[in-house]
């Protein structure tokens, strides 16, 4: 490779690396990343009273159910696996009256009736709101004990009551194995696909600002008619596009790092005692069981490909928008339609999972600019195959191969263009010109 | 040796350079002259390869100036051309680089050049940390960093005191001495009558003026006759026959004749009067291009 091309990347990316910002940004990066995956355990390290004790005191009125409902109480409460959670369960024999005048705050006062109609009624009181779990557990346990009750008095043995209240077996069968997939998907597309492409979208606003602030600035202080004049301008396109991705994807396996070190640190106080929030876990289940992690195995190869590629045509464009701009206050204004785009094509990634089968989403897929964030979140879903991918990444291919050979051209006129006077046609001019 | 032969140059339908040659040999200082806008930057543009001519062409050496040729090439730009966040070093050697020279190469050098223009303390320091006459320097060393075969200086002396001009204008002359071509151009005409043998006078990117300043200040025709003395009979003066007018220049008169040929009737006038001086001067090139370049907006 030209040794020129090569100095003028290297110069490009020690602009980048180089500063003071780069390393204060990613301790920053790397300190919020780290907080925020281990920030129960950091919570919990500050210490407060986590530890959520309960007291159920029981008034039976002649319905003989306390133990039934005790058992069920403590059975609930210990499957739940929420080592904070202490409930004790006692019976009184004192009146709800006397008991309610002298409730604690970590008291509930639980009053057990039943009627012609009802086997189990219940009356449930407190000083302040119940947590969801212990209200969950409550109602639950009642549940079961009026079950219980209503079995004995009409004689139905449990196998019995089980065939009744089990839920159907559905015996889901898709006969296009593309399709294949958890109709769930959809939902957790909507709320967990988003996280995932958060990064790259990021990265791609990160590249576009990069790769135009840095030719708007050789073109402000008209060092660009130094530089052009030993290298062609489509060298010097080119060694900032390849800095720049370079930085991205550099600056994307930081992230990744930082979000190893934050899990492993996570897990290491999992295995010391602390736990993952139930609402983690129970989300990472549900993608495990819908074949969604399994998916994203065979996802990723290409994704990864849709978004460097992606990147490539992102930085041309930015740069060829750069160079027809006379200062950073243009480039700044410019630059928002791309912006806008990358956005559209988030937004649209996060949409496909409700609106399932639409074909509008389903073109869109194909288009450069929205294929990096719409293909694999659709293919996620089923809607479409990973041939379909492929088809993305060559219609990507040949937008990148086209941007360049007529782009190139306008970047030439562009980069010793000062003056806004009939900017549209230089450029369109240029745009026709055989000269490359 | 640089040859621009017939170069054409249009934007659209403007002409920006119309039919323009000059030579400049080794070892010689050509002034390239005009106006805002007369053509000089696109001219530059061409020889330095950014843009190309629509016909008509530049060689250096014979051959057809590329990015081969141009690392042989230093261009001193009009505005400043430096990366303001890079420091002197890394701005010399980011120059040094392009032109094609090896860091190692270019760092020796460095020290030479900051150490004569008296800006060796600056070597660490931000280009947008220096003044502009500094800025300037460091413009200037890295456009001579590869020891040019063809030098470009537009409006070189921007932003310096008397006494930095001289430094560079010495540098300039030792480039010289060594063989460099240098084309130089600026609006101050004095710089160019003491740099240039040789100059064209652009407007609108046709040369109307080209060739030796000696022969082009012969060709003018127009010569002044500065005079200063008593009771000098302006009046009678006004009335002779090629006296084109009469004006005070700092405490003397400046008679304006159409050649020199009237210089003797106008001595004939003033010889019994009390004069101490009688001289007669070829006009500046200051007044050859505003009588040229003003004569065709006219």
């Keep these: ?436 | 040796m640089l040859k621009v032969k017939n170069i054409v140059k249009y934007y659209g339908n403007n002409k920006a350079v119309d039919n323009l040659s000059f030579e400049v040999k080794n070892g010689e200082i050509f002034g390239l002259l005009g106006e805002n806008g007369a053509g000089k930057t696109t001219t530059f543009r061409i020889i330095m390869g950014l843009i190309e001519s629509n016909s008509g062409e530049v060689l250096l050496d014979g051959k057809k100036i590329d990015y081969n040729l141009t690392d042989k090439i230093g261009f001193v730009t009009e505005e400043r051309s430096l990366l303001t966040k890079l420091t002197v070093l890394e701005q010399l050697k980011f120059y040094g680089v392009l032109k094609g020279l090896d860091e190692r190469t270019i760092e020796k050098d460095i020290d030479k050049w900051l150490e004569r223009f008296e800006i060796s303390s600056y070597k660490n320091r931000k280009i947008k940390e220096l003044s502009k006459g500094n800025q300037q320097k460091i413009q200037f060393i890295s456009a001579i960093i590869n020891h040019p075969k063809l030098l470009i200086l537009d409006e070189p002396f921007t932003g310096l005191d008397p006494i930095n001009v001289k430094m560079m204008k010495d540098a300039i002359y030792e480039l010289q001495k060594e063989g460099t071509s240098i084309i130089f151009s600026s609006h101050q005409m004095e710089y160019i009558e003491d740099f240039c043998e040789k100059l064209v006078i652009l407007v609108k990117g046709h040369p109307v003026v080209s060739g030796a300043l000696k022969q082009i200040k012969e060709d003018f025709g127009i010569k002044n006759i500065m005079l200063r003395g008593e009771d000098l009979p302006i009046d009678k003066i006004k009335t002779v026959k090629g006296v084109l007018g009469i004006s005070k220049v700092r405490g003397e008169i400046e008679v304006k004749i159409e050649d020199k040929s009237v210089a003797p009737k106008i001595f004939s006038l003033i010889k019994n009067c009390n004069i101490t001086k009688y001289d007669v001067v070829e006009p500046t090139l200051n007044e050859i291009f505003i009588a040229k370049v003003g004569g065709i907006h006219e």
């Design chain 1, 1 to 436: 490779m030209n040794r020129k091309f090569l100095y003028l990347t290297k110069v490009s990316l020690r602009k980048k690396f180089k500063t003071k910002w780069f390393v204060i940004t990613n301790i920053i990066l790397a300190v919020a990343i780290i907080l925020l995956l281990n920030i129960n355990s950091i919570v919990s390290f500050f210490g407060g009273d986590f530890d959520n004790k309960t007291s159920i005191i029981v008034v039976d009125n002649d319905t003989d159910s306390y133990t039934l409902f005790e058992k069920n109480i403590e059975s609930y409460a210990s499957s739940l696996n929420d080592e904070d959670m202490k409930i004790t369960v006692k019976k009184t024999d004192k009146t709800s009256k006397e008991l309610k005048d002298d409730l604690k705050d970590d008291e509930i006062l639980v009053e057990l009736t039943s009627d012609n109609t009802e086997y189990l009624k219940a009356k449930v009181t407190s000083n302040e709101k119940i947590d969801t779990l212990t209200y969950q557990v409550i109602s639950q346990s009642l549940n079961s004990t009026k079950t219980t009750i209503g079995m004995a008095i009409n004689n139905i043995d449990a196998t019995t009551l089980n065939n009744i209240s089990s839920p159907v077996t559905i015996d889901r069968v898709v006969l296009n194995e593309d399709n294949n997939v958890d109709e769930n998907m959809g939902l957790i597309m909507s709320s967990v696909f988003p996280t995932i492409i958060l990064p790259f979208f990021m990265l791609t606003m990160i590249l576009i600002q990069m790769v135009g602030g840095e030719i708007c600035e050789e073109k402000t202080t008209r060092s660009m008619e130094i530089i052009i004049s030993n290298v062609s301008p489509k060298q010097h396109l080119m060694s900032k596009i390849l800095a720049s991705n370079i930085f991205v994807i550099v600056q994307g396996l930081l992230l990744v790092v930082y979000t190893v070190i934050g899990l492993l640190i996570s897990t290491n106080m999992l295995s010391s005692g602390m736990s993952l929030p139930s609402e983690v876990t129970s989300i990472f289940d549900s993608l495990v069981s819908s074949g969604f992690i399994e998916k994203l195995i065979y996802v990723i190869p290409l994704t990864l490909i849709l978004i460097v590629l992606s990147f490539l045509a992102y930085s041309i464009v930015a740069g060829i928008l750069a160079s027809m701009t006379v200062n950073m206050e243009d480039f700044s204004q410019l630059q928002t339609p791309l912006v806008f785009i990358s956005l559209g094509g988030y937004y649209l990634a996060m949409m496909a999972g409700m609106f399932n089968g639409s074909l509008l989403i389903r073109i869109l897929s194909y288009v450069p600019f929205l294929s990096s964030f719409v293909s694999p979140s659709l293919y996620m879903m089923g809607e479409i195959g990973l041939i379909d991918i492929v088809i993305s990444i060559v219609i990507l291919v040949l937008f990148i191969y086209l941007i360049l050979h007529f782009g190139i051209k306008v970047y030439k006129v562009g980069i010793l263009n000062y003056s806004n006077e009939k900017v549209w046609s230089k450029f369109f001019k240029a745009f026709k010109s055989k000269d490359v």
